[in-house]
C-alpha cells in the first residue's frame, strides 16, 4: 500500500482495510488478496466535519460513508463514482391554506414517503442489515397497501425484482429491474 499524504482515518474489517488521508482520497484493500478494491477522493462529496463514520461492504470491499444530516454515500466501484442518499425524509408540513390544497399536500408527503422508504428498503439491501431491511420492508408494504391498487403493482413489481422472476402482472418474460436482485447479492 502506497500513501500520498498523512493517514486520517483507518476503518479494518476481517478482509479489508479503508484508509482516508489528509488530501481527502480514499483507498480500501482487500488484504486477502493484496488488491485495492476502491480508490477515489471525498473531495466535492462531503466536508471533513460531515464524516460520521468510514465502513466497507464485506463483499465487494466498496466503501461507504455515513454523513452528517441523514446523508449516506456509497461508492460504485464499477461506475467509479458516488452515489448519495438522503436518509432524512419529506420537509416539513406546510400550512394549508384551504381543504383542496391540504388534499394535494397529503398525496404528495404519501408519495414522498413511499420514495423515501423504497430509498431506505435498497440502501439496507446494499449495507447488508437485515434487521432494518425487514422493518422498512414492512413499512413500505403497509404504505403501499394503504395506497390501494397503485400500491399493490408497485408491490408486485419490487417482489418481482427481489425474486428475479416474473410476478403478477408483470410483463412476460421480463423483470422490472433485473440490476436489483444482482446488487442485493453482490
Known amino acids: 500500500i502506497v500513501l500520498t499524504s498523512v493517514p486520517l ?3 479494518l474489517t476481517g478482509r479489508h482495510i479503508a484508509v482516508l488521508l489528509r488530501d481527502a482520497s480514499l483507498q480500501v484493500w482487500d488484504l486477502l ?3 485495492c478494491t476502491a480508490k477515489t477522493t471525498l473531495r ?4 471533513p466535519t460531515e464524516l460520521l463514520s468510514l465502513q466497507v461492504k464485506p463483499v465487494t470491499g466498496e466503501p461507504f460513508l455515513r454523513l452528517a444530516g441523514e446523508r449516506l454515500a456509497l461508492y ?3 461506475a467509479e463514482q458516488w452515489m448519495k442518499i438522503d436518509l432524512a425524509g419529506p420537509p416539513t408540513v406546510p400550512a394549508a391554506v384551504n381543504a383542496a390544497s391540504a388534499v394535494d399536500w397529503a398525496a404528495r408527503r404519501r408519495n414522498d414517503n413511499v420514495a423515501r422508504l423504497e430509498g431506505d428498503v435498497f440502501t439496507a439491501a446494499l449495507l447488508l442489515q437485515p434487521v432494518e431491511f425487514r422493518m422498512k420492508l414492512e413499512a413500505l408494504i403497509d404504505l403501499w397497501l394503504c ?4 400500491g399493490s403493482n408497485r408491490l408486485r413489481v419490487w417482489c418481482a425484482s427481489l425474486l428475479g422472476a ?8 421480463k423483470v422490472p429491474w433485473p440490476w436489483l436482485k444482482r446488487e442485493i447479492q453482490r
Do not use: M, N, P
Not at 44 to 47: A, E, K, T
Not at 147 to 150: A, C, D, L, P, R
Open 166 to 173: 416474473q410476478v403478477g402482472d408483470v410483463k412476460a418474460g
Open 44 to 47: 466535492g462529496l462531503c466536508l
Open 33 to 35: 488478496e493484496t488488491r
Open 147 to 150: 395506497s390501494g391498487v397503485q
Open 9 to 11: 482515518r483507518l476503518h
Open 76 to 78: 460504485r466501484a464499477a
